[in-house]
């Protein structure tokens, strides 16, 4: 070890909810983080970072960074804070928390947490081990790809499915709400050099996005209504005699019930639905099944609504009927994590949850807080870490009602006071990414990643763990997994015995911060070119006889993995969005457009975006729409303007644009609620969707109307 003073160079691993999970380099001087980089010898990273983390050092060092425990000491809100030790804040977490439990069982404290660090030990561990133990309500995090994750697992299984370094390989590549220019930029690199190759890349997005403009073929339904488009397209590969007969027979299950099903989904049908011509849709029915090999890239949003589930299902469905799991660079991808060896029960412990805990759904905290929920006994303490509801949830004003509550007792970990922890009674200073040892799950790849602990903490921040270790010491928890160090934890996190780490362990990973898993190579893997499906008949279930709702492992506990919920249809078809001109005309006459809300370029989720340098990336909250709908209501480029149902409503900058289609507004996520009027989630809904209890973002009805 190198004395102070020298620039020594450590492996990192970018801990945010990104597809990507970088491996970086870090730069240390002095205990200090210096400077990050893209490691080059990582087959996706290949020494690039994107626009949000180029400057991490920046982050860590930031000047509004949490670093000492505080308490409140003005009105709720007000952030008004003063500096108190650790051990006052500690002691005033036990004492509260110990009178909420005798007087209201504890039950009556809710933790709030979600992926706002990634990392095994200090993303999905301590917390959830520590509140199971505590017997706190069970909340379920079901922000993202669970309805996908259900579909998946129905008629799939818990396969990887298309490596997304296999697309190198593919002629032709559906990006199916995905943006990936913005959110998953080192597999859109790998796109981009297949089209170099000759591949054609079809963006299907609810408006031009960034992606769709890097697309040979931009293909632009109505949001929420790709069910539609999917079914008309296994209508459309059977009309055209385009089906793999001899894959089918072999490897699937469903095939005659599916075609009777699909018989009537025709692209005439879908074409009155989703707005795209019916030839188009069977153009790319056609080279879909004719342009082998062809993948599928199915994006997080493609959930974001009422039939989200039904959606993910039908797309998973067609390299099946066509045959594109034979190729390599052929198939479809959702969360290549299915493969990943985590010991979900081990880091989570649901094995504690006290029999009968109740769960409460993240998307509906607004509610649980302010009592519309009718909680027996109430929420009287929230603590929350890794997230941030207040702009990230729906219903935002209830959450923010919620959180006024004089007789909540709110805690925050954090790094910075965000829109949530300004809420607080008790702030907790996290460390940040260098400062702490990890391995960070992906679920946009093959690689196990490591992060040094590399950079002290700056202030008294510390690490999630410890902070649930020093509280699971407080209540006397005797657990071992209490007292495991970070290091211990990863020992015991993995599975390393598991054929898909044969030749890693641990010290492996420390010397050389990444492992791509053993199950093949991007060259030549074709999974499921002789079925092989992870499911229960082996194949992949077009059909599935008593399909049951349910959430899914591993973004979440197991507490309920697979406990069935109710009867889903056997067959994949077409639900339209709740909130539609369709579905519910009174709405829609009051609030006529369809508004769709995705990830800000330069922010991830709401982190960034109270830095000054990301903010000028991103510029301004604005709200994309159509010049027709903009002059039927008198708003001009550039005008301040207010979105807004009965929900809610927030501000931003009009943008007159070609991108969206007239009727369908879109404005990005992420934009602190202290800095703005509103956010976008002050109109969104907190229905789930139809499996997996997944959000519905893009299933929402508002009006626009000039601000000044
Ligand atoms: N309208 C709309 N809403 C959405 C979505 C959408 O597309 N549209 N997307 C949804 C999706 S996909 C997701 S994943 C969720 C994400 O929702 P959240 O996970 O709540 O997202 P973030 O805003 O990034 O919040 C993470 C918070 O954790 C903090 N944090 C980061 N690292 C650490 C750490 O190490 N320790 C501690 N204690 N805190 C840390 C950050 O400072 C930040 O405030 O949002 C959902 N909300
Ligand atoms: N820059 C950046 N990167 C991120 C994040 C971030 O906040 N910022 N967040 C990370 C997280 S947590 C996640 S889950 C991923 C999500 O990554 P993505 O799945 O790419 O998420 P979004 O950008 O929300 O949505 C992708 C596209 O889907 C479109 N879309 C929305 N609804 C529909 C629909 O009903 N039909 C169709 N066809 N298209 C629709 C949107 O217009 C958008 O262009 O990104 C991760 N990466
Ligand atoms: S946010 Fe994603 S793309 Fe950016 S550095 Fe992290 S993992 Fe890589
Ligand atoms: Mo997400």
Known sequence: ????????????????????????????????????????????????????????????????????????????????????????????????????????????????????????????????????????????????????????????????????????????????????????????????DAQKKGAKVVVIDAYASRTAKGA?????????????????????????????????????LGFEELKERASSRTPEWAEEI???????????????????????????ALERHYGGGQTIRAVSCIPGLTGAWRHVGGGVTQFPVWEHPYKFDVICRPDLIPEGTRVVSNLQIGRALTGELELDPPIMSMMCWNSNPVTQAPETDKIVEGLMREDLFMVSAEHFISDTASYADILLPASMGAEMEDMILSWGHLYLTYNTKCAESPGEAIPNNEIFRRLAARFGFEEENF?????????????WSSPACEGADLNYLREH??????????????????????TATGKCMFMVEGAKNFVAPP????????????????????????ESHTNDPELARRFPLNIVSPKSHAFLNSCYANMKDKQHVQGEQFVLIHQADAEERGILEGDRVRVAND?????????????????????????????NEGTVNSISSPKFGDMGHSPTFSDNLVEVSRAN
């Open 1 to 192: 070890m190198n004395e102070i003073a020298k620039t020594e160079t450590f492996y990192g691993a970018c801990p945010h909810d990104c597809p990507d999970t970088c491996s970086m380099l870090f730069d240390v001087k002095d205990g200090r983080l210096e400077g990050v980089r893209g490691n080059p010898d990582h087959p996706m990273t290949r020494g690039g970072l994107c626009v949000k983390v180029k400057n991490y050092e920046e982050r860590h060092y930031h000047p509004d960074r949490l670093l000492y425990p505080m308490k409140r000491v003005g009105p709720k809100g007000s952030k008004q804070f003063e500096r108190i030790t650790w051990d006052e804040a500690l002691d005033t977490i036990v004492s509260r928390w110990s009178d909420i439990i005798e007087k209201y069982g504890p039950q009556a404290i809710a933790p709030y947490s979600y992926l706002g660090h990634q990392g095994l030990v200090h993303g999905l561990n301590g917390g959830d081990a520590f509140f199971n133990r505590l017997g706190a309500t069970v909340m379920e995090r079901t922000f993202c790809g669970e309805g996908s994750c259900t579909a998946w697992l129905l008629t799939l299984g818990p396969t990887a499915g298309l490596d997304p370094e296999s697309y190198i390989h593919s002629k032709y590549i559906v990006i199916w709400a995905c943006n990936s220019v913005s959110t998953n930029l080192h597999h859109w690199a790998i796109v981009k």
């Open 216 to 252: 040979d073929w931009h293909i632009c339904p109505k949001p929420g209504t790709d069910g539609a488009l999917a079914m008309a397209l296994i209508n459309s590969i059977i009309e055209q005699g385009l089906v793999d007969q001899d894959y089918v027979e072999k490897y699937t």
């Open 274 to 300: 989703t707005g795209v011509p019916a030839a188009d849709i069977r153009k790319l029915a056609y080279e879909l099944a004719t342009e082998q090999p062809a993948a599928i890239r199915m994006g997080v």
């Open 483 to 495: 007292k495991w160090s970070d290091g211990e934890c990863l020992e015991h996190y993995v599975d």
């Open 513 to 534: 911060g990444y492992w791509r898993l053993k199950v093949g190579t991007p060259d030549d893997r074709a999974p499921h070119k002789e079925g092989n499906f992870p």
């Open 555 to 578: 973004f979440r506990q197991m507490y309920e993995a697979f406990q069935p919920g109710e009867d889903l249809d056997p067959l994949p078809d077409y639900i339209g969005p709740r």
């Open 647 to 675: 929900r809610g409503a927030f501000k931003g900058v009009a943008r007159i644009s070609e991108d969206v289609r007239p009727g369908v507004v879109v404005a990005t996520l992420g934009y602190w609620r202290q800095l």
